[in-house]
């Protein structure tokens, strides 16, 4: 099996960059799979137009809008079942959020199955908050996915607090790999104007300086058996069109 894979938090398309970004992409016909976040009605308008790709989405049912998570795969994938978890009873906060949750799907291509998710962890000053989040997408995931097919999820997990990322691979192991762990930043609170993460807040005002500070928020997870079967390659994209860079994974046999 090989896959190519992109996640991109998209950031509501305020920068117009992010459209023509993903028109691009998509023209190539490269990845198979894309994972979206804030997915607004404007990315999606525009990635409506991909005639190689199909788009997953959802209905959040807890806050009752249209979910802005959202994925996108090649049409030689048929989608065989669907899910969503949302995370809008966790905070009454950010209950009226769009662009938080889980997005799974299970796919399939010539006779073999697989399982991809998108992923928006909260953006709280409490960390706890998003170690919730994690385990009920692990939990719906070990339920709902079939573990003997591989799973591969990623997103923007907004992780900003020293060894927060550790205590989130501790979360989804042993079942699970991490891997975008060695990868760098893909965060920096200097494009983050309209950001509503507690770092991108706090970034916000050393921007105003001029002074940027760099997150490791966005990540792709594999289950282990995949990872231990396959040559996992990933890196972050030095293409800057959103206050998040795009993060690329390519599973080779």
């Not at 990315?43 to 005639?51: D, F, I, Q, S």
Request: glycine share 8%; proline share 4%; hydrophobic share 35%.
């Amino acid at each position: 099996m090989n896959l190519k894979i992109l996640s991109l938090n998209c950031q509501w398309a305020y920068n117009r960059e992010v459209k023509n970004f993903l028109r691009k992409i998509l023209e190539t016909g490269f990845y198979d799979f894309l994972l979206l976040q804030e997915a607004n009605p404007d990315v999606l308008t525009a990635t409506r137009e991909a005639k190689d790709y199909e788009q997953l989405g959802a209905f959040n049912e807890g806050n009752q809008k249209q979910s802005w998570i959202c994925i996108l795969y090649k049409k030689n994938f048929i989608l065989k079942q669907t899910s969503f978890v949302s995370f809008s009873g966790m905070s009454a906060e950010y209950s009226e959020y769009p662009q938080l949750g889980f997005l799974m799907g299970a796919f399939k291509c010539n006779g073999e199955t697989m399982t991809l998710g998108s992923v928006h962890l909260h953006p709280s000053y409490h960390f706890r908050l998003r170690a919730l989040d994690i385990k009920l997408v692990k939990k719906h995931i070990l339920i709902n996915a079939d573990s003997k097919t591989p799973i591969i999820f990623g997103g923007d997990f907004n992780t900003g607090f020293p060894l927060e990322g550790r205590r989130m691979r501790k979360i989804l192991s042993p079942e699970f790999f991490d891997g975008t762990e060695k990868n760098g930043p893909t965060l920096n609170s200097r494009y983050t104007e309209h950001g509503t993460h507690f770092v991108s807040r706090a970034g916000n005002v050393l921007a105003s300086a001029g002074i940027g500070i760099s997150f490791r928020t966005d990540k792709i997870f594999i289950d282990r058996k995949t990872a231990g079967q396959h040559r996992v390659a990933t890196r972050v994209f030095p293409d800057r069109i959103s206050d998040h860079s795009p993060v690329e994974l390519i599973l080779k046999n």
